[in-house]
T-cell receptor, first 110, second 110 residues
């Protein structure tokens, strides 16, 4: 069964304290792994797509990496404005419908 | 360039009623998907439309139906509303596997 699991569920950081979010997946024939940021009550905002093991993408303080079984979202020197829920998703075997994890809620305090 | 737009922003209905939600995709996108997001959960795939036909469907009852128009915009209809249908309904558009989400419609069923 296609599945995406994210950990931790919640993460509290001090401003400037770097950390990583994990996304593990089980799907046959990975056709991309997607990271989104979601603010409360808003729609998910697209961040990155990764397609093959070893691939890395960066955007400001965020860097996403991919292995054959999991992806990491590294956040370097976070700021309070990075506080949000970060969602990971993969297309299922049956088509292009995205299967999402439950997300990691990040809180960064100054 | 306008992104994905959805209407209305919020909606309150009572059990047993019917509701219609609307979505306009991002310019250049021909595929529209709908997702349901309960509080504290990741989005769950409802169905996907391409060329005015339902191409893929998630594990949702027949009370959930949709339509895509020639201009690629889409509607989500839910009949016989239940309390458990209260959620954020997200529309996503894309070409290929990448999906861009709208701001969502918050549906509350009383």
């Amino acid at each position: 069964e296609d599945q995406v699991t994210q950990s931790p569920e919640a993460l509290r950081l001090q401003e400037g304290e770097s950390s990583s979010l994990n996304c593990s997946y089980t799907v046959s024939g990975l056709r991309g792994l997607f990271w989104y940021r979601q603010d409360p009550g808003k729609g998910p905002e697209f961040l990155f797509t990764l397609y093959s093991a070893g691939e890395e993408k960066e955007k400001e303080r965020l860097k996403a990496t991919l292995t054959k079984k999991e992806s990491f979202l590294h956040i370097t020197a976070p700021k309070p404005e990075d506080s949000a829920t970060y969602l990971c998703a993969v297309p299922g075997q049956a088509g292009t419908a995205l299967i999402f994890g439950k997300g990691t809620t990040l809180s960064v305090s100054s | 360039d306008a992104g994905v737009t959805q209407s209305p922003t919020h909606l309150i209905k009572t059990r047993g009623q019917q509701v219609t939600l609307r979505c306009s995709p991002k310019s250049g996108h021909d595929t529209v998907s709908w997702y349901q997001q309960a509080l504290g959960q990741g989005p769950q795939f409802i169905f996907q439309y391409y060329e005015e036909e339902e191409r893929q469907r998630g594990n949702f009852p027949d009370r959930f139906s949709g339509h895509q128009f020639p201009n690629y915009s889409s509607e989500l209809n839910v009949n016989a509303l239940l309390l458990g249908d209260s959620a954020l309904y997200l529309c996503a558009s894309g070409s290929g596997t990448v999906r861009f989400f709208g701001p969502g419609t918050r549906l509350t069923v009383l």
